[in-house]
């Protein structure tokens, strides 16, 4: 069994409120678990109306699967006009 992490810090620089932010990570999350079946969280700068921290998590026997998923995800998260990309981190279980 694998297990796959992928970590994803965001800047939403159109954000001016936690309200804001969280229709943005909303649609991201809502996106992301309906189009690749993986589990996601926001899981650091939950005061942050500019800033967020995305925990993704994919289970499975085939890693080289799993690195897709978690790719793709990254490239959807990427590819999202009202957020920006800064760090991301892959780990592996």
């Given at each position: 069994?694998?297990?796959g992490t992928l970590t994803i810090h965001l800047r939403?620089?159109?954000?001016?409120?936690?309200?804001?932010k969280r229709k943005v990570i909303s649609g991201i999350?809502?996106?992301?678990?309906?189009?690749?079946?993986?589990?996601?969280a926001e899981i650091e700068d939950n005061d942050l109306w500019q800033s967020a921290v995305l925990?993704?998590?994919?289970?499975?026997?085939?890693?080289?699967?799993?690195?897709?998923?978690?790719s793709q995800a990254e490239n959807y998260v990427l590819s999202r006009p009202e957020v920006i990309v800064g760090q991301s981190e892959l780990e592996w279980r």
């Amino acid at each position: 069994m694998h297990v796959g992490t992928l970590t994803i810090h965001l800047r939403i620089p159109q954000s001016h409120s936690l309200k804001e932010k969280r229709k943005v990570i909303s649609g991201i999350k809502d996106r992301l678990r309906q189009k690749f079946n993986i589990s996601i969280a926001e899981i650091e700068d939950n005061d942050l109306w500019q800033s967020a921290v995305l925990g993704l998590a994919v289970v499975g026997n085939d890693r080289r699967f799993l690195e897709s998923v978690l790719s793709q995800a990254e490239n959807y998260v990427l590819s999202r006009p009202e957020v920006i990309v800064g760090q991301s981190e892959l780990e592996w279980r």
